[in-house]
């Protein structure tokens, strides 16, 4: 193994700590005694157990970099916030090759700066592309403009010199740039989905009371506006009285704050038939399959979601229906694997037909979840480490 390796993540929440830890356990487990750098936040070490623990033993092979969290000014600010951290990190150790956790707010700086006086290697996860959705979906003119722009500032990032590998977590983003990116690999990287053993101490229906014969209904994560949290709610208020008899909804996770007082008061206005609980608080990591499968459908009518979700993956996993925006990569394979229903999820009287249809319908005998298979940690982090040490 020649030269340094780094991974550089300015970013925390969400997969963000999960991704950096998935890495260096495999680092950690192949290649000890070879150093990686581990350029990140402090925030992001914090939020998962063994990065602190490791930051905080000073692990052999693993060199901690902290760098500030980026401020809260527009994503262009960001952007060359992040290619300026990244500039000084690459000045100060020379490394040979350098993976982008998110390379989706580097690309305007990697059209014209992020240009260095040696050869080196830089590489990237693109999250959120979706100049390609116009293939199997009609946009409107507004959101064809963007992905048009979209692609051509893609286009002129990756004729960065230093551009090694793109690594797509949209498997039809990556066949598409595959067919004509020549100066660039392109690689597919599965979303991980970590197959933990479900806790079989966790009982749900007891839990929360859930009557025999209601089918449970799961939003889970953390609950903002993004997730359509407020237009499903808004749903529940649309169903006849004999739907809602059959129904349990259960709002597993953390309110957003913006909300909390709106949905409460919501919540409170409903039929009395309707059975709903909302916890209000984060869901401990080990109880998070469990909650998937001991419930009946997993609830995805999230506002216009770029890219794929770790619970749809994990609701495949378990061979749970979902009802799913309609939008994008997420609805895409929703219809294409027939894994539940599809709806505009704007559109309250549309989410309650797919509550009813749900209700009074099987799961359909083209379900197919062996997708799902291919997202594994192990695919996840080879990928890694093979385009690091390619």
């Given at each position: ?73 527009s994503l262009i600010r960001k952007s060359f916030e992040q290619a300026k951290t990244l500039t000084q990190y690459i000045n ?276 197919n979840a062996d997708f799902v298979q291919e997202h594994t940690v192990q695919a996840f982090q080879k990928t890694i480490k093979d385009t690091l040490l390619g």
């Amino acid at each position: 193994m020649n030269g340094k390796v780094a991974i550089f993540d300015p970013f925390s929440g969400g997969h963000h700590s999960e991704y950096l830890y998935y890495v260096i356990e495999n680092w950690l487990s192949e290649y000890p005694g070879f150093h990686l750098d581990v350029v990140t936040t402090q925030v992001n070490l914090n939020q998962h157990p063994d990065l602190y623990e490791w930051q905080r033993i000073k692990i052999e092979g693993i060199n901690f970099y902290v760098i500030p969290e980026l401020s809260k000014e527009s994503l262009i600010r960001k952007s060359f916030e992040q290619a300026k951290t990244l500039t000084q990190y690459i000045n100060d150790n020379n490394p040979s090759h350098v993976l982008c956790m998110a390379f989706d707010w580097l690309q305007i700086p990697m059209t014209t700066r992020l240009r260095f006086g040696y050869t080196l290697k830089i590489s990237g996860i693109y999250f959120r592309p979706t100049w390609h959705y116009i293939k199997w979906q009609k946009l409107n003119l507004k959101d064809y403009i963007r992905s048009i722009r979209q692609y051509i500032i893609l286009q002129l990032a990756l004729t960065n010199p230093h551009i090694d590998s793109l690594l797509c977590l949209d498997p039809f983003c990556a066949n598409i740039l595959a067919t004509k990116k020549k100066n660039c690999k392109i690689i597919y990287l599965p979303d991980p989905v970590e197959k933990n053993e479900t806790d079989t101490s966790f009982k749900l229906h007891s839990k929360f009371d859930v009557q025999d014969g209601r089918m449970i209904f799961l939003h889970m994560g953390y609950l903002d506006a993004r997730k359509g949290v407020v237009e499903f709610i808004n749903a529940i208020n649309l169903l006849p009285v004999d739907v809602l008899k059959k129904s349990f909804f259960l709002f597993a996770g953390k309110l957003s704050e913006d909300i909390v007082q709106n949905v409460n008061n919501m919540i409170n206005a409903l039929p009395q038939e309707a059975a709903v609980h909302i916890t209000n608080s984060f869901i401990p990591y080990h109880t998070f399959q469990a909650y998937i499968e001991q419930s009946d459908v997993v609830v995805l009518t999230y506002q216009n979601h770029i890219g794929s979700s770790g619970l749809l993956l994990r609701a495949a996993l378990a061979k749970k229906r979902v009802i799913c925006q309609d939008f994008g990569l997420m609805g895409y394979l929703v219809k294409k694997h027939n894994l539940g229903e599809v709806v505009n999820s704007f559109v309250p009287a549309e989410i309650a037909k797919g509550i009813i249809k749900t209700i009074y319908t099987e799961k359909s005998k083209d379900y197919n979840a062996d997708f799902v298979q291919e997202h594994t940690v192990q695919a996840f982090q080879k990928t890694i480490k093979d385009t690091l040490l390619g």
